[in-house]
């Protein structure tokens, strides 16, 4: 399975981020390639204008394009997803996210905005073809603690969450991959 990951925080130290890589690692090695992009690495001039023949850019749209999974993950701004993922997406073809699987991660300070991944990014992600969405999983700060030797310490019941959203994955094969033309979502 080809997994692309687009984390959309601008911190260097980021949950959400942090969130992403340990989704992968409960994948446990069924990536057969793997990209991370970090979106506040991408050139920030060049991301703006949307110019996708910067090669940064650019190589990132292909991983998209490339991927059977794409982890969105984004912290909570404001009450919806980070600037920074909406420039990205901005840049993407039309139906970018046709026939791939999506899983959409958010970390936020409070549970108030548990929400925000549907009522926010599912549209955006519907209107770039999406179909095959995945549980969302939204961690509030307090889930995941920061641990002293760095990285966080996930609660229990966000690791049952992560586990049962990817859970669709176990039978992915390149022949179950989702059929552009299918309506189905997991
Ligand atoms: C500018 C800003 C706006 C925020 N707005 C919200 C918000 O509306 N709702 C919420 O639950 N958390 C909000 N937060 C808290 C972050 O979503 C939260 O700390 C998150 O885990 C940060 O993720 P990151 O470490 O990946 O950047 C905000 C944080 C910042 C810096």
């Given at each position: 399975m080809h997994i692309t990951s687009l984390s959309a925080s601008p911190?260097?130290?980021s949950r959400s981020a942090w969130l992403t890589q340990f989704a992968l690692t409960r994948l446990?090695?069924?990536?057969?390639h793997h990209h991370d992009i970090l979106?506040?690495?991408?050139p920030a001039a060049e991301l703006l204008a949307a110019d996708v023949r910067e090669p940064a850019i650019a190589a990132a749209v292909l991983a998209v394009e490339q991927a059977d999974l794409v982890v969105v993950s984004t912290p909570i701004y404001k009450a919806a997803y980070s600037g920074l993922l909406k420039v990205f997406l901005d840049l993407l073809?039309?139906?970018?996210?046709?026939g791939k699987l999506v899983l959409p991660l958010a970390t936020g300070g409070?549970?108030?905005?548990?929400?925000a991944l549907d009522y926010a990014l599912k549209p955006v992600l519907s209107a770039l073809g999406?179909?095959?969405?995945?549980d969302s999983v939204f961690a509030t700060d307090a889930q995941l603690r920061r641990h002293d030797a760095g990285g966080y310490v996930p609660e229990p019941d966000l690791i049952a969450r992560l586990d049962r959203a990817l859970a669709?994955?176990?039978?992915?094969?390149p022949h179950t991959r989702p059929q552009p033309e299918s309506a189905l979502s997991c």
């Open positions: 911190s260097e130290r446990e090695g069924r990536a057969s979106i506040r690495a991408l073809p039309p139906d970018a996210l046709r409070s549970p108030a905005h548990v929400l999406a179909r095959h969405v995945l669709p994955l176990a039978s992915f094969t």
